[in-house]
């Protein structure tokens, strides 16, 4: 049996309003066994590590952060596509070139650095959205699943958990327009196909998991979809979607089955308690009651939503329908989840005018247990007895954070605040420095080799 002792200056607890001062947190085999307030027991005990650096510098320890979205080879497009105007459509072509250089080995590369670069911010579980399965003609390769199993290894040497959502993706719009160029490589030609591959793709290491996804309604035939979400359902594994991301979806949809894309998804049961939509970003308020009704929850991307100019969801009117909310850094923009949780208050203030829309706890939940339960872990995501021990320690006399109390972490702190990440017991990120990855040069070389010219 492994055990550990840490004392951390300050833990959000579950259900606390705010951080608890002096709370020593004891771990057994990667879990949480004792949680003691030392507070209400007299004071600190001799013997005890500080969670933190050595030199006990004031510090909050937040759970283990989940990364409910992410397109891990979307990171080579950083700073990359901001040349002009566009939007979505005019970024997606850019995307598309970096997709159609990548390979297994390329991939573990580049996802080996980004899942580490994830890990400096915070992140113990990321849900990859994965659709890039095939050789860029389209072809299978020896490994039908090889580049599945690149993101399954690079989680591994990042040190943190990984969900895989095996995303079908078989026509370029909903009116069935085939694959062509860089998509070819995204498509198992038909839902029972995609079916067989998936369930070939059974990770032994313990760090991972597999679950599905529907890439959106433009790439996957209405007559389809109940095949995604029966595969998800009888295995019962996460099942996440595009929703509604782009106003030209939600018209395309109703042009051709004369409905809104969640409608679709509802009247072909894809919605439900283990779906995640992600985005969601212009439903009907109709589309808010099917999501609310079915429990379906939605992942918010508000980096990406902003930098692709995508628009504002309305997840005041989400949470007030009982929607559980969680989050993703897509694109990575911006891989920093105390940002995407702040952008969830900061863009209903843009919208409404008005401020005091989530309190911190909301926020906390949303990057912790609600993004680790979409993802199919849920016993990770809250510091208490029993759970996971994924402890994220942040520094509270940074130039962002100095004279900040606790509570106002959310609204104050940057993945660059990060002192120390343990994940499953076990110590990730020490110093603000990953033990084992060197983040800046391998991003740096794994993305030079991807990008084109």
């Known amino acids: 049996m492994t055990t550990a002792r840490w004392l951390a200056e300050y833990a959000w607890l579950p259900e606390h309003a705010e951080p608890t001062p002096d709370v020593l947190i004891e771990v057994e085999d990667g879990r949480i066994a004792a949680l003691t307030p030392l507070a209400e027991t007299g004071g600190p005990a001799a013997g005890v590590e500080v969670l933190g650096d050595a030199t006990r510098v004031p510090g909050l320890t937040v759970p283990g952060l989940a990364n409910a979205h992410s397109h891990a080879f979307h990171r080579a497009l950083r700073g990359r596509t901001h040349g002009g105007r566009g939007d979505f459509w005019t970024w997606r072509d850019q995307m598309y070139a970096v997709a159609d250089r990548l390979d297994p080995d390329t991939y573990l590369a580049l996802a080996r650095a980004v899942y580490a670069e994830m890990a400096l911010a915070g992140i113990t579980c990321v849900g990859e959205f994965h659709y890039l399965h095939h050789r860029p003609d389209g072809g299978a390769y020896d490994d039908p699943n090889a580049m599945g199993d690149a993101l399954v290894e690079a989680a ?55 679950g599905a996804a529907v890439h959106s309604v433009r790439a996957v035939p209405a007559d389809q979809l109940r095949t995604v979400a029966d595969w998800a359902r009888e295995r019962q594994a996460p ?161 962002r954070t100095a004279g900040v109390p606790p509570v106002g972490a959310f609204f104050a702190a940057s993945a660059a605040d990060v002192e120390q990440v343990v994940v499953d017991g076990r110590v990730v990120v020490a110093e603000g420095r990953h033990l084992t990855v060197d983040v800046p040069a391998e991003l740096s070389s794994a993305i030079e080799a991807v990008t084109p010219v």
């Open 239 to 399: 099942l996440h979607v595009h929703l509604s991301e782009q106003p030209a979806e939600n018209d395309e949809c109703r042009a051709v089955h004369g409905r809104t894309p969640t409608a679709l998804l509802a009247e072909h049961g894809v919605l439900g308690p283990h779906t995640t939509a992600v985005h969601a970003t212009h439903p009907t308020s109709a589309d808010l009651s099917l999501l609310a009704d079915s429990r379906t929850g939605v992942c918010l991307c508000p980096t990406t939503e902003r930098d692709l100019a995508d628009g504002i969801g309305p997840a005041r009117r989400m949470a007030d329908a009982g929607i559980r909310l969680s989050l993703g850094s897509d694109s990575h923009a911006v891989i920093d989840l105390f940002e995407e949780a702040r952008a969830v208050e900061l863009d209903e203030r843009l919208r409404t005018r008005r401020r005091g829309h989530f309190a911190p706890l909301d926020l906390l939940n949303a990057a912790g247990v609600a993004g680790h339960a979409a993802l199919g872990w849920a016993d990770a995501g809250r510091i208490a007895v029993g759970a996971r021990a994924d402890l994220v320690t942040v520094r509270l006399d940074s130039a």
């Open 156 to 210: 591994a040497h990042a040190g943190i958990r990984l969900t895989v959502l095996d995303a079908c993706y078989l026509t370029s719009g909903v009116d069935g327009r085939p694959l062509a160029g860089p998509q070819r490589r995204f498509g198992d030609g038909d839902a029972g196909r995609w079916a067989e591959r998936a369930a070939a793709f059974q990770p032994s290491d313990p760090h991972a998991r597999v």
